[in-house]
């Protein structure tokens, strides 16, 4: 004889749920939505803030830009004052200095030739009182021989006046001679100082010629390193908008896939809705639940009886409410 072949276990009874269980799922499920939903929203007011930072970040380029433009226009314009108020100063200072050096100067003779007439007269007088002191007592002698000098000069007076009068215009020239040396020398030193002033202001333009300088070079560093945050703002910009495309990428993706899954889920209430309406002597296996079906489980799990034959479905056709044909569409 054969030996006896053993059957194999009944297969466990399907699992059942309360409506405790069902109801904490539902809670759970809405839980997970809500979270879902809050993180979409998270990352939608990051976008938004990233493009509001980027308009503000465009704002204030353009307005360094037309800082920059109106910078450099006051720059030349500047330095077109600058040049024409230098050359207009530098021309009335030397027009003023020439015409104060000449009422100086004029000022200055006339003083001196005042002090000198002055000295001229206190010198004759000390002179002529030291004369008279020294030589009083030769007076007489003086006189005798003026008298003798008088005859020989109405013997030689002619000699005499003309030897005169060219010791008075050697005496002329020589004081004319000595004026003229005398303001050359005033002149000269007048000159030096007025090169030394002109010296001291080409100097001090020159030092405001070196801030400039210094100053463009400073305006130079900062436009370089303005033009390097702008290539690294450009190179976050681009990250930003290939995160933005990716994001796109993934949301239509999710949005696909949820399409087809409400499709399927459709479709399968469709091929199962025929099935639930077989009668209760079919070969479908029934659960200590009642529940026969995993769409009779989804149905109690998610509170949608329309496509299953049971009470509440049941109470539905009775009331004559057929809002759950719009599930087979």
Do not use: I
Request: no cysteine; glycine share 12%; charged share 35%.
């Amino acid at each position: 004889m054969g030996k006896k072949k053993k059957r194999s276990p009944a297969p466990p009874p399907p699992k059942t749920y309360t409506q405790a269980e069902v109801d904490k799922m539902k809670g759970e499920w809405q839980t997970a939505a809500d979270k879902g939903y809050e993180t979409r929203l998270a990352g939608q007011k990051e976008l938004w803030g990233a493009q509001e930072a980027a308009r503000k970040s465009q704002y204030m380029l353009d307005q360094r830009n037309l800082y920059a433009d109106k910078l450099a226009t006051a720059k030349a314009d500047w330095r077109t004052a600058a040049d024409a108020r230098y050359d207009a100063r530098l021309g009335e200072a030397r027009t003023g200095w020439h015409t104060e050096a000449e009422k100086r100067y004029g000022t200055r003779l006339e003083e001196a030739k005042g002090r000198w007439g002055a000295e001229e007269e206190k010198r004759r007088a000390a002179t002529q009182e030291e004369f008279n002191k020294k030589y009083g007592t030769l007076q007489g002698q003086y006189d005798t021989a003026q008298s003798q000098y008088e005859d020989l000069q109405g013997k030689y007076g002619q000699l005499d006046r003309d030897y005169l009068a060219s010791e008075n215009r050697y005496g002329v020239l020589k004081g004319k001679y000595g004026d003229l040396e005398s303001r050359y020398d005033t002149r000269g030193r007048e000159y030096d100082e007025l090169t030394g002033k002109y010296g001291d202001l080409r100097g001090k333009y020159e030092t405001r010629g070196r801030e400039y300088d210094t100053l463009q070079g400073k305006y130079d560093r900062t436009y370089a390193d303005y033009g390097a945050l702008q290539g690294k703002y450009g190179d976050l910009e681009g990250r930003y908008k290939q995160k933005g495309s990716d994001y796109d990428t993934l949301s239509s993706r999710y949005q696909d896939k949820e399409r087809s899954l409400k499709r399927v889920n459709t479709d399968r209430r469709r091929q199962n809705y025929g099935s639930s309406q077989a009668p209760s002597g079919g070969s479908s296996r029934t659960g200590a639940s009642g529940l026969s079906s995993d769409d009779q489980r989804h149905a109690l799990l998610t509170g949608d009886y329309s496509f299953l034959t049971t009470d509440k479905g049941r109470r539905r056709g009775q009331s004559g409410d057929d809002s759950w044909k719009r599930y087979l569409g």
